[in-house]
């Protein structure tokens, strides 16, 4: 199994709402992200966890919330998102060497009204 | 710190032309390399990656790259053109740093394929 699965594939909320976002794993990869992209834009790391710790947060608003439930599970959290947060949010998972890619997501697109 | 540069956000080719994505980095170590496609809405597919193995790299759906160090240059390439391949090119460089996790990419290029 060579996929990363993500679920929803779209979400749509209100600013006072709190939801979530998942992803899956099953290829024993050791680390995951979060991603963040715009239209037009390349992805922009938000979190990532290796060994099920949290390794990196690129000065991402409170109002998002990762969480790793374990090595195959990724969570994000959602609570008070604003219009500008309406992104596609993208899964990937990784070896942990150098020269390993990441494996990406099908995304989820998050519309903030 | 790493980085790479896409010259050209938008390219357009006929079908069965020549593809040429541009894709420069920077970077004081050896780099690991990375050429990813996405089609719309979608997630982010890898078509080939340079681990130093060797200098021209054969990848997924016909596409190839050569990396060259003295000109820093890792250009994606294709002999003809489908209208299949129209999508979103991104280039990427490892970074090196405490964070070794992380892919820096490029702005991305757009490629369009006429009939």
């Known amino acids: 199994d060579t996929e990363v699965t993500q679920t929803p594939k779209h979400l749509v909320m209100g600013m006072t709402n709190k939801k979530s976002l998942k992803c899956e794993q099953h290829m024993g990869h050791r680390a995951m992200y979060w991603y963040k992209q715009k239209a037009k834009k390349p992805p922009e790391l938000m979190f990532v966890y290796s060994y099920e710790k949290l390794s990196i947060n690129e000065s991402v608003p409170s109002r998002f919330s990762p969480e790793c439930p374990n090595s195959s599970l990724l969570n994000l959290h959602l609570h008070a998102l604003q219009p500008e947060d309406s992104a596609l949010y993208l899964c990937?998972?990784?070896?942990?060497?150098?020269?390993?890619?990441?494996?990406f997501g099908p995304g989820t697109r998050l519309t903030v009204l | 710190a790493q980085s790479v540069t896409q010259l050209g956000s938008h390219v357009s080719v006929s079908e069965g032309a020549l593809v040429l994505l541009r894709c420069n980095y920077s970077?004081?170590?050896?780099?690991?390399l990375f050429w990813y496609v996405q089609y719309p809405n979608q997630g982010l597919q890898l078509l080939l990656k340079?681990?130093?193995?060797?200098?021209l790299v054969k990848g997924i759906n016909g596409f190839e790259a050569e990396f060259k160090k003295s000109e820093t240059s890792f250009h994606l390439t294709k002999p003809s053109a489908h209208m299949s391949d129209a999508a979103e090119y991104f280039c990427?460089?490892?970074?090196?740093?405490?964070?070794?996790?992380?892919?820096?990419f490029g702005t991305g290029t757009l490629l369009a394929v006429q009939p």
């Open positions: 340079y681990t130093s193995a060797a200098t």
């Open positions: 990427a460089v490892r970074d090196y740093g405490g964070a070794t996790n992380k892919l820096i």
């Open positions: 990937a998972s990784s070896q942990d060497r150098l020269e390993d890619e990441q494996f």
């Open positions: 970077s004081s170590v050896p780099p690991y």
